[in-house]
């Protein structure tokens, strides 16, 4: 048995599925999970010491590559003054300027320690600035595992939505409105249908948790419009994009402005952060000032928070984003080459430093699209990359990473490998 075999059925034992988050466990590829030993740049080891180019980046945050020695010595140098006080410090006024010198439409923000909590609080925090209770999200898009979020679209068009986890009662998200991405109709008639009780709508404005999938002209200006017409608050969960495919997010791409924004990943460095923030009048109804409660000892700690100072410097350097969008770019063209090449049908898309791949000959733009995709050639793709050290994302419904470290070498090296690839799927 190999030792990641042996690791696997160890951590089976005492950990339910053996992992701490589902996608870990290779159940939609099939296989044994990789365990991890180090990481260093664009590559990680596993527990045999065999080296991967690494293309998931702890989901997002290794935009700098694993272990930049910046942030490590940022990270050190906290440490040795504690690992958490559970009171005010400097630096997160510091990391707050920041943010909100970076993104225009934070006037004010709030640091958590997920993005789960980030998202959570900031529907809480709509909810009580509107006194209303409905939201709309979209199928597809995921901010987290609150239990109002936690939802599917109902039997038609307007119907509230369904548990999608078992332990989340009915009531709990019978006022949520699950609503098809890109759909701009479909939000236009939940308006008219309920405008008056919507307290806001949350979604993520480049989906990346069904894979890429990219707003279509027009989705998230009439998302802007709707709100403002209603008096709704209008979320961008930017836990995954914030920072990732541009210094601004989408916002920044597209020139649409939210109320609230969330933020993880990339603003942690890799270290468990979240934050939230928008207009200063909705801030306000947060506790102390406010009526909302939300709290969290870990909120703000020094070592997450070093860590984030410090990426997000590095990211503020001129040219970083054009120099990692060049690479990410040629990526996915690249692998789109390989695939004709071999006949296969395939395509791809980026923005910044996020990617999609899909076994299909368009580009989606919504779950059913994905869906409709050649899952079984993703599966046989993927194993065939990990054989040959490359690892992406065990799902075909994730966006997958690159970062400032995956140089021409890395690329090329990628793409070899993938020609040898997609050459069996044909």
Same mark, same amino acid.
């Given at each position: 048995m190999s030792r990641n075999a042996e690791l696997f059925e160890r951590a089976s034992r005492s950990i339910p599925g053996g992992v701490n988050s589902p996608v870990r466990a290779f159940r939609s590829v099939g296989g044994t999970p990789r365990f991890v030993a180090r990481a260093k740049g664009p590559h990680f080891w596993d527990a045999e010491d065999k080296r991967y180019i690494d293309y998931i980046g702890s989901w997002g945050p290794a935009i700098l590559g694993h272990a930049h020695p910046e942030v490590v010595k940022a990270v050190q140098e906290a440490a040795v003054h504690g690992l958490s006080y559970g009171a005010p410090t400097e630096a997160e006024i510091e990391i707050a300027e920041l943010l909100i010198e970076r993104i225009p439409s934070i006037e004010q923000v709030r640091l958590t320690s997920s993005g789960t909590e980030a998202t959570m609080s900031a529907i809480r925090l709509a909810r009580g600035a509107t006194g209303r209770n409905k $939201? $709309?999200? !979209?199928?597809? =898009?995921? +901010?987290? +595992?609150?239990?109002?979020?936690? *939802?599917?679209a109902g039997s038609g068009l307007l119907t509230f939505g369904n548990p999608?986890?078992?332990? *989340?009662?009915?009531? !709990? @998200?019978?006022?949520? $409105? *699950?609503?098809? %991405?890109?759909?701009?109709?479909? *939000?236009q008639e939940a308006f008219a249908a309920h405008g008056k009780d919507i307290a806001c709508v949350i979604v993520e404005p480049m989906a990346g948790n069904m894979n890429l999938v990219k707003p279509v002209p027009g989705f998230l200006e009439t998302l802007r419009s709707e709100c403002t017409a209603h008096g709704a608050v209008l979320i961008f969960d930017e836990v995954m994009t914030g920072f990732r495919v541009g210094p601004q997010g989408v916002q920044g791409i597209t020139g649409v402005t939210p109320d609230l924004t969330t933020l993880a990943k990339v603003i942690g460095g890799g270290m468990p952060i979240g934050a939230f923030g928008g207009r200063t009048d909705i801030m306000q109804n947060i506790a102390p000032m406010g009526a909302v409660y939300q709290a969290g000892t870990l909120s703000g700690n020094p070592v997450a928070v070093a860590a984030g100072i410090t990426t997000l410097r590095l990211l503020g350097e001129p040219g970083f984003y054009d120099r990692l969008g060049v690479q990410t770019r040629k990526l996915t063209e690249?692998?789109?080459? =390989?695939?004709?090449?071999?006949? @296969?049908? /395939?395509?791809?898309?980026?923005?910044?430093?996020? /990617?999609?791949?899909? !076994?299909?000959?368009? @580009?989606?733009?919504?779950?059913?699209? @994905?869906?409709?995709?050649? $899952?079984?050639?993703?599966?046989? %793709? %993927?194993?065939?990359?990990l054989d040959q050290g490359v690892y992406f994302a065990p799902s075909a419904y994730e966006a997958g990473f690159v970062s400032c470290m995956h140089d021409d070498a890395i690329i090329e090296a990628t793409l070899k490998a993938a020609d040898h690839v997609f050459k069996t799927l044909n």
């Open positions: $939201i $709309i999200k !979209f199928e597809g =898009c995921y +901010h987290g +595992h609150a239990d109002s979020l936690l *939802v599917k999608t986890s078992a332990g *989340v009662p009915p009531e !709990f @998200v019978a006022h949520t $409105i *699950v609503i098809d %991405f890109n759909d701009a109709q479909g *939000v690249g692998l789109m080459q =390989c695939a004709r090449a071999h006949g @296969v049908p /395939f395509s791809a898309d980026s923005e910044g430093g996020m /990617f999609g791949m899909y !076994f299909r000959e368009q @580009v989606p733009k919504g779950l059913n699209d @994905v869906s409709a995709g050649n $899952i079984e050639h993703f599966k046989t %793709f %993927f194993h065939g990359m």
